[in-house]
């Protein structure tokens, strides 16, 4: 194996330290290179094919990011449990490795370039996106493939307190306002010129506004503009250091052989221009793109038809001539713009195309806007529901679930064209990704709000920048739903020429600006902050105060666009829509969570059925928490009722009747419910109106809805009951007279004290009531029993008139002959 080649250096205003190395993974490769901050580790590897693909017209470099679940120890979540198809967070980190690695490769370089980062360790604390376009350009650097590096990225964190915190962690991006990525490259001045940006706000962001945390405005920006510069210089400086140590070991680093693929040959250029560019002047001053496509696809065909047919001077060279042909069209769009300070619809660089907007455009749905800038056209649909159906994320950030959601979709009919239509590519998922961060800061969280949000941007007509029209249709939407959104959102696209030193900053770009410009700048925010960025450069850099001039410009036009947004809808609706579910969150202990559900979910299961509202109970470790939702707001009234009933159930109040239900039946009693969660005991005794019930199932069964007064409730919140109305006792249910209960025991008569009733017995069996009292003690078990079991359950009611025998099943001792069936005895 061979010695790995190890270059470290401390990080500025941290205690941490980025590391390369090279040489002991991946020996294969042209480039190979581990990058490493604390625990996080990626092996990030560059190659490219020999020769160039027969008819590859474009330079098709591909960068991929594999992360492997073992990084963080995790086994993946899939039902194969392995990793499959790349998750989200993956392909934003492609994309975002991608974007300033590709203009730094020369022109006319098209071998096939693969650039390939694995995860090889996650900590949990430190991110690995920064680290694998730092790698990306360390393994370019020593892989003899002409790239023009090397860059350097870091991220920054905006703290509440006001600071830039360099390369943060998980925790500190999460408690600050805002993160900003930069890439760039130095110098020969030492200056840092900026290539790539990606920023947004923290979820919590306008809560830490409440707070007192500084606003992040475009000077704020401009500051991280600037700041930025210590740790790519740093970073790249370690690179430089490690080139030096690979060429220290193994000698000078041999360049790839290579020859430039040309689009077209001067002399081709020469003859188009000289022929077209008559027509094509009035060509690039049509504003509309249908018309202008249309003017320029003319202009390519006589120039195909003059140079290339009969007795041209570049016969079978036609792809070569219409390539000349779109090459003279952005010449003539890049110098008008910068002799004339015209584009090609006629405005100025800082004018903004026509707005309009509108809300409710789809009534099913439960918020629905559409938004128009120019030719740009979107329509975003919000959808609400429960918190279950937040999306569980299965990958190697600490973020297991998201509960807002932004989909876009941009088929090829809005463009006009036809083309594959199905699962989302690589600029969708990057595109909502943008609108997202753009529009997340403004959403309250689940604590004040606890619905599942998800929006749909659906692109129906593309001309420049439908990511920030998403912004603006998505917030439109919000407002339309009743989300209890901070404020909208506005978003807007700024292009860039830059010719012979001149920087010139166009405002809402369209397409072929776009195409034919030196920079996509995307910037959205509210009236007073910022909440996402966006950079992109076809050039070496920009430099920063280019960059804070145009921020600047871009604010001017993101405030039309907010006027226009709230000329439609100021506010917030009042009431959510009619059509989304109604949600209501209640806290509760936990030891009252098992009480909710029930035993096997019998108790929430029947809430839900009668009320057919949605339930779900979870907690956070300290409280439980109960989500109830419902399309009808009573029915999620009716569901919250029941629940904090079972909670806290109300208190039954003394001489009150109450319909009840009976809801079980014992052998002394019945139990029936008076209100939510209290029921009370109604006994025996008291349902025969003064006779003897010999069973309660004699005269009430489960279910049975009677009328109750409650007589007594003792100190431990137990309630007695007494009928309000005679039951309906069917014959034989009774034995003999003995009156119900009551204050004065129901009319019944009084009992004799036990030794006249022994007395009145000796008599019944032919004694002398004058007789000298006997020395025998007489004892009854029953009586014992009867007397206790009345001092809990208050009074049993009169004895039965019929044998012991039968009220016992018989003497247990195998008879007495005393009639009284074994139960007394004589003891003296």
């Given at each position: 194996?061979?010695?790995?080649?190890?270059?470290?250096?401390?990080?500025?205003?941290?205690?941490?330290?980025?590391?390369?190395?090279?040489?002991?993974?991946?020996?294969?490769?042209?480039?190979?290179?581990?990058?490493?901050?604390?625990?996080?580790?990626?092996?990030?590897?560059?190659?490219?094919?020999?020769?160039?693909?027969?008819?590859?017209?474009?330079?098709?470099?591909?960068?991929?990011?594999?992360?492997?679940?073992?990084?963080?120890?995790?086994?993946?979540?899939?039902?194969?449990?392995?990793?499959?198809?790349?998750?989200?967070?993956?392909?934003?980190?492609?994309?975002?490795?991608?974007?300033?690695?590709?203009?730094?490769?020369?022109?006319?370089?098209?071998?096939?370039?693969?650039?390939?980062?694995?995860?090889?360790?996650?900590?949990?604390?430190?991110?690995?996106?920064?680290?694998?376009?730092?790698?990306?350009?360390?393994?370019?650097?020593?892989?003899?493939?002409?790239?023009?590096?090397?860059?350097?990225?870091?991220?920054?964190?905006?703290?509440?307190?006001?600071?830039?915190?360099?390369?943060?962690?998980?925790?500190?991006?999460?408690?600050?306002?805002?993160?900003?990525?930069?890439?760039?490259?130095?110098?020969?001045?030492?200056?840092?010129?900026?290539?790539?940006?990606?920023?947004?706000?923290?979820?919590?962001?306008?809560?830490?506004?409440?707070?007192?945390?500084?606003?992040?405005?475009?000077?704020?920006?401009?500051?991280?503009?600037?700041?930025?510069?210590?740790?790519?210089?740093?970073?790249?400086?370690?690179?430089?250091?490690?080139?030096?140590?690979?060429?220290?070991?193994?000698?000078?680093?041999?360049?790839?052989?290579?020859?430039?693929?040309?689009?077209?040959?001067?002399?081709?250029?020469?003859?188009?221009?000289?022929?077209?560019?008559?027509?094509?002047?009035?060509?690039?001053?049509?504003?509309?793109?249908?018309?202008?496509?249309?003017?320029?696809?003319?202009?390519?065909?006589?120039?195909?038809?003059?140079?290339?047919?009969?007795?041209?001077?570049?016969?079978?060279?036609?792809?070569?001539?219409?390539?000349?042909?779109?090459?003279?069209?952005?010449?003539?769009?890049?110098?008008?713009?910068?002799?004339?300070?015209?584009?090609?619809?006629?405005?100025?660089?800082?004018?903004?195309?026509?707005?309009?907007?509108?809300?409710?455009?789809?009534?099913?749905?439960?918020?629905?806007?559409?938004?128009?800038?120019?030719?740009?056209?979107?329509?975003?649909?919000?959808?609400?529901?429960?918190?279950?159906?937040?999306?569980?994320?299965?990958?190697?950030?600490?973020?297991?679930?998201?509960?807002?959601?932004?989909?876009?979709?941009?088929?090829?009919?809005?463009?006009?064209?036809?083309?594959?239509?199905?699962?989302?590519?690589?600029?969708?998922?990057?595109?909502?990704?943008?609108?997202?961060?753009?529009?997340?800061?403004?959403?309250?969280?689940?604590?004040?709000?606890?619905?599942?949000?998800?929006?749909?941007?659906?692109v129906m007509a593309s001309n420049g920048s439908t990511s920030m029209g998403s912004v603006c249709a998505s917030s439109l939407s919000l407002m339309d739903a009743g989300v209890p959104v901070r404020s909208h959102v506005s978003g807007i696209a700024m292009g860039l020429i830059y010719e012979d030193g001149k920087y010139v900053t166009l405002t809402d770009i369209l397409g072929a600006e776009d195409a034919m410009g030196d920079m996509d700048f995307k910037v959205a925010g509210t009236e007073d902050a910022i909440t996402a960025l966006q950079l992109d450069t076809k050039i070496d850099g920009i430099p920063a105060d280019v960059l804070s001039a145009a921020l600047a410009q871009a604010r001017v036009a993101r405030l039309q666009i907010l006027e226009v947004m709230n000329e439609c809808l100021p506010a917030t609706r009042d009431e959510i829509a009619e059509t989304a579910p109604k949600i209501s969150t209640i806290y509760i202990p936990m030891d009252k969570i098992g009480e909710v559900i029930g035993p096997k979910g019998k108790v929430i299961n029947t809430i839900q059925q009668e009320t057919g509202a949605d339930i779900a109970v979870d907690d956070d470790g300290a409280r439980g928490i109960v989500t109830i939702g419902a399309v009808e707001a009573w029915r999620m009234e009716e569901a919250k009722t029941a629940i904090l009933n079972i909670v806290d159930p109300p208190k039954a109040e003394l001489e009150k009747e109450y319909d009840g239900r009976v809801v079980?039946?014992?052998?002394?009693?019945?139990?029936?419910?008076?209100?939510?969660?209290?029921?009370?005991?109604?006994?025996?005794?008291?349902?025969?109106?003064?006779?003897?019930?010999?069973?309660?199932?004699?005269?009430?069964?489960?279910?049975?809805?009677?009328?109750?007064?409650?007589?007594?409730?003792?100190?431990?919140?137990?309630?007695?009951?007494?009928?309000?109305?005679?039951?309906?006792?069917?014959?034989?249910?009774?034995?003999?007279?003995?009156?119900?209960?009551?204050?004065?025991?129901?009319?019944?008569?009084?009992?004799?004290?036990?030794?006249?009733?022994?007395?009145?017995?000796?008599?019944?069996?032919?004694?002398?009531?004058?007789?000298?009292?006997?020395?025998?003690?007489?004892?009854?078990?029953?009586?014992?029993?009867?007397?206790?079991?009345?001092?809990?359950?208050?009074?049993?009611?009169?004895?039965?008139?019929?044998?012991?025998?039968?009220?016992?099943?018989?003497?247990?001792?195998?008879?007495?002959?005393?009639?009284?069936?074994?139960?007394?005895?004589?003891?003296?």
């Amino acid at each position: 194996m061979a010695e790995a080649i190890t270059v470290s250096g401390p990080i500025s205003g941290t205690d941490k330290t980025l590391t390369f190395e090279t040489g002991r993974f991946a020996p294969n490769s042209m480039g190979a290179v581990v990058a490493s901050i604390g625990n996080t580790k990626v092996l990030t590897t560059a190659n490219a094919a020999k020769s160039v693909r027969e008819g590859m017209d474009f330079f098709p470099l591909t960068v991929d990011v594999e992360e492997r679940a073992y990084a963080a120890g995790k086994i993946p979540g899939s039902f194969f449990r392995r990793e499959g198809r790349p998750t989200e967070d993956a392909i934003l980190t492609c994309r975002l490795t991608d974007r300033p690695l590709r203009p730094s490769f020369p022109e006319g370089f098209r071998h096939e370039t693969q650039v390939v980062t694995t995860v090889l360790g996650a900590d949990q604390s430190n991110p690995h996106d920064v680290l694998s376009i730092n790698a990306a350009s360390a393994a370019l650097m020593i892989s003899g493939i002409p790239f023009d590096g090397p860059l350097g990225t870091v991220r920054l964190a905006y703290s509440q307190e006001g600071e830039w915190i360099p390369h943060p962690t998980f925790e500190e991006s999460e408690t600050g306002t805002f993160e900003i990525v930069i890439a760039g490259r130095e110098l020969e001045d030492g200056d840092v010129a900026v290539m790539m940006v990606e920023a947004g706000g923290s979820e919590n962001a306008f809560y830490y506004y409440d707070d007192g945390a500084k606003k992040v405005t475009e000077e704020v920006l401009g500051d991280a503009l600037q700041a930025c510069k210590v740790w790519i210089k740093e970073s790249i400086a370690l690179q430089r250091q490690l080139v030096a140590s690979v060429i220290a070991t193994h000698g000078a680093i041999e360049p790839m052989s290579w020859t430039p693929v040309l689009d077209y040959t001067p002399e081709i250029f020469d003859a188009v221009e000289k022929i077209g560019a008559k027509a094509m002047a009035p060509a690039v001053t049509i504003a509309n793109k249908g018309d202008r496509n249309q003017a320029v696809d003319a202009v390519a065909d006589d120039c195909i038809a003059q140079l290339c047919g009969d007795g041209g001077e570049f016969p079978g060279q036609n792809k070569m001539v219409k390539e000349a042909v779109r090459s003279l069209m952005k010449k003539m769009v890049r110098r008008r713009v910068l002799d004339e300070g015209v584009r090609i619809d006629g405005r100025a660089p800082g004018d903004l195309r026509e707005v309009s907007a509108e809300t409710g455009v789809l009534g099913s749905a439960h918020g629905s806007a559409l938004f128009q800038r120019g030719e740009t056209q979107v329509m975003s649909v919000l959808t609400m529901a429960m918190p279950r159906m937040n999306q569980m994320i299965d990958s190697l950030s600490p973020n297991d679930t998201k509960r807002y959601l932004h989909h876009y979709n941009m088929p090829p009919w809005a463009n006009g064209e036809t083309g594959r239509v199905g699962s989302p590519k690589r600029r969708e998922i990057g595109h909502g990704a943008l609108a997202a961060r753009a529009v997340l800061p403004t959403i309250p969280n689940q604590e004040d709000f606890a619905y599942t949000l998800r929006l749909v941007s659906e692109v129906m007509a593309s001309n420049g920048s439908t990511s920030m029209g998403s912004v603006c249709a998505s917030s439109l939407s919000l407002m339309d739903a009743g989300v209890p959104v901070r404020s909208h959102v506005s978003g807007i696209a700024m292009g860039l020429i830059y010719e012979d030193g001149k920087y010139v900053t166009l405002t809402d770009i369209l397409g072929a600006e776009d195409a034919m410009g030196d920079m996509d700048f995307k910037v959205a925010g509210t009236e007073d902050a910022i909440t996402a960025l966006q950079l992109d450069t076809k050039i070496d850099g920009i430099p920063a105060d280019v960059l804070s001039a145009a921020l600047a410009q871009a604010r001017v036009a993101r405030l039309q666009i907010l006027e226009v947004m709230n000329e439609c809808l100021p506010a917030t609706r009042d009431e959510i829509a009619e059509t989304a579910p109604k949600i209501s969150t209640i806290y509760i202990p936990m030891d009252k969570i098992g009480e909710v559900i029930g035993p096997k979910g019998k108790v929430i299961n029947t809430i839900q059925q009668e009320t057919g509202a949605d339930i779900a109970v979870d907690d956070d470790g300290a409280r439980g928490i109960v989500t109830i939702g419902a399309v009808e707001a009573w029915r999620m009234e009716e569901a919250k009722t029941a629940i904090l009933n079972i909670v806290d159930p109300p208190k039954a109040e003394l001489e009150k009747e109450y319909d009840g239900r009976v809801v079980n039946i014992t052998k002394f009693g019945a139990f029936v419910n008076i209100l939510p969660g209290r029921d009370g005991l109604l006994h025996i005794s008291k349902m025969g109106g003064g006779k003897r019930i010999n069973s309660v199932d004699d005269v009430l069964e489960l279910g049975q809805v009677v009328k109750v007064k409650v007589e007594e409730i003792d100190d431990k919140g137990k309630v007695s009951l007494m009928l309000s109305e005679e039951l309906d006792i069917p014959e034989g249910a009774t034995s003999g007279s003995g009156g119900g209960g009551g204050g004065d025991r129901g009319g019944r008569e009084e009992r004799a004290p036990r030794r006249e009733r022994s007395e009145d017995r000796g008599n019944d069996r032919g004694g002398d009531k004058s007789a000298p009292a006997s020395d025998v003690v007489e004892v009854s078990f029953e009586d014992s029993f009867d007397a206790e079991l009345a001092g809990e359950l208050g009074d049993l009611g009169p004895k039965s008139e019929r044998p012991a025998a039968d009220r016992d099943g018989g003497n247990r001792r195998g008879g007495g002959g005393n009639g009284n069936g074994g139960a007394r005895r004589r003891h003296r």
